[in-house]
Structures are given as structure tokens and as C-alpha cells.
């Protein structure tokens, strides 16, 4: 046999080995369900356990119910597709403490907590060279505003001059 041949059949051996395992340890119902190649990998028996799984957090509808003026502003700004929980559950989400009306019942409110920190902001609008640099609202397609944080005001908190729920500079009175 030629000595050319031996890296083929390497090459071969490490492929079919490969295979041996997969079958071995990926479960047979490991699959992309609706043919999602790319987002819907699971396994199927795992379904019902995800489907039953506690929500921690209330969501934007919830929220509204008692916080509607934030959500009529927030909803034609470019924090629209933004949950309220991802600023606002700083301590833990509402789902856990809030509203409880602990004020009529105990003498207090129990406060889930504001995130105003520059670290959130950065979270989304640091330069980043895999962010796209456009999204899609209700309004069609929007450049994503975003900053490099050791130029643009570094050392002072993004809301000292944005309106988070308007997604714009703060007006004078405000």
C-alpha cells in the first residue's frame, strides 16, 4: 500500500470515530425543530420541562397596568423592544416582590430597584464591531446609537443626560 494512502485512511478513522461517539453521547431526539437549522437545536423530550418552567419576570404588559404614561412614552422610542424588567429589577424581578402592596399591609413598599448604571447602558451601545448597526422598529429601520465609552462622558452616568423611556436627551424641567 502506498504511503499516501495512510493519511486518507487517518482521516477516515478519526471521521468514523467521530460519528461512534455522537451516537453514543447526542441523544436521538437532539433535533432542529420546523427545520431551524441555525436557532432550533434541542431535545424534544425536553419540551413540556421548558414549557413548565417558572417565569421570573412580569413583562412590559404587566407593568403597564399601573405604570401606563412610561409605557405610552417608551413604546415610540428606540427602548420600544426593551422589557421593563431589564432596567427595573435590579434587586429581583417583579414577579417576587412586586406590586405588593405591602404599604397598606405592613408600612412599606418593598423597592425592586432602578438600574441606572453606565455599565447597563453599555450593555447595548458600546462600539462593538459585531453589533449591527441598524434595527427595526415600529417606525422602520433606525440607526442603533452607539458610543465608545472611554470618549463619549466617561466617569458620568448615561441618565444624568438621557431620557431612558424616550430614548433621547432629557428637556430642561424634567
Not at 461512534?20 to 427545520?35: H, L, Q, W, Y
Not at 408600612?107 to 449591527?132: F, N, Q, V, W
Request: charged share 25%; proline share 4%; aromatic share 10%.
Amino acid at each position: 500500500m502506498s504511503h499516501a494512502w495512510r493519511p486518507v485512511f487517518v482521516v477516515l478513522a478519526v471521521v468514523v470515530s467521530l460519528l461512534v461517539v455522537r451516537v453514543i453521547f447526542v441523544p436521538s431526539d437532539f433535533t432542529a425543530k420546523n427545520g431551524d437549522y441555525k436557532y432550533q437545536w434541542h431535545r424534544l423530550a425536553s419540551e413540556q420541562f421548558w414549557k413548565d418552567f417558572p417565569v421570573k419576570h412580569k413583562g412590559r404588559e404587566f407593568c403597564q397596568q399601573c405604570h401606563s404614561e412610561l409605557a405610552d412614552k417608551i413604546k415610540d422610542s428606540g427602548h420600544q423592544n426593551i422589557q421593563c424588567e431589564n432596567c427595573h429589577a435590579m434587586f429581583e424581578p417583579a414577579k417576587k416582590s412586586h406590586p405588593i402592596n405591602l404599604k397598606e399591609d405592613f408600612g412599606y413598599l418593598l423597592d425592586i430597584g432602578i438600574e441606572r448604571s453606565r455599565e447597563l447602558c453599555k450593555r447595548c451601545h458600546a462600539e462593538l464591531s459585531y453589533r449591527p448597526q441598524t434595527y427595526t422598529t415600529s417606525k422602520g429601520t433606525v440607526a442603533f446609537k452607539m458610543i465608545d465609552p472611554t470618549k463619549h462622558n466617561a466617569g458620568i452616568e448615561c441618565v444624568m443626560c438621557h431620557d431612558v423611556h424616550t430614548a433621547g436627551f432629557k428637556t430642561a424641567g424634567k
